[in-house]
């Protein structure tokens, strides 16, 4: 059986005001949630977003170098990108996606993609689909 109890529920608009309470334990519900998440394709002439949230348009700088713009900024560079890459045929892989870190990390983020077997080499390769989500504080 489910049980919902509210002590007090008011029209709070600001995701800052959302706070869960289990027992001592009390913390932000937007802390634990992506701001930013982008699902690419990179493997065409012109990389595009499939879906996404808060993401505006993606930059294809080159093979397998891409930057993803958000629609709304974060608040600091203190945040994190996870990533996942691939293919969905049998085309080589399996595929890595690291990131650029830049003092300025508040608008967008810069990836670059990589065959595993051209780690070592630096060698640079474009992605059908890459995912990513980026945790952090919005401005």
């Known amino acids: 059986m489910s049980e919902i109890k509210v002590d007090t529920l008011t029209g709070k608009t600001s995701g800052g005001n959302i706070t869960v309470t289990d027992g001592s334990v009390t913390m932000k519900l937007q802390d634990g949630l992506a701001m930013v998440w982008f699902h690419l394709e990179g493997d065409v002439t012109t990389a595009t977003i499939r ?6 348009s993606v930059v294809d700088n080159g093979t397998g170098d ?3 713009n958000f629609t709304n900024s974060f608040a600091s560079n203190d945040n994190t990108l996870t990533t996942d890459a691939g293919f969905t045929q049998s085309v080589g892989g399996p595929y890595l996606v690291s990131s650029y870190y830049f003092t300025s990390q508040t608008t967008n ?3 670059r993609s990589s065959s595993y077997s051209n780690i070592n080499s630096g060698t640079l390769t474009d992605c059908e689909q890459i995912g990513g989500s980026m945790f952090g504080d919005l401005a």
């Open 51 to 56: 879906q996404g949230l808060n993401t505006s």
């Open 109 to 111: 983020r810069r990836m």
């Open 66 to 68: 891409y930057t993803v």
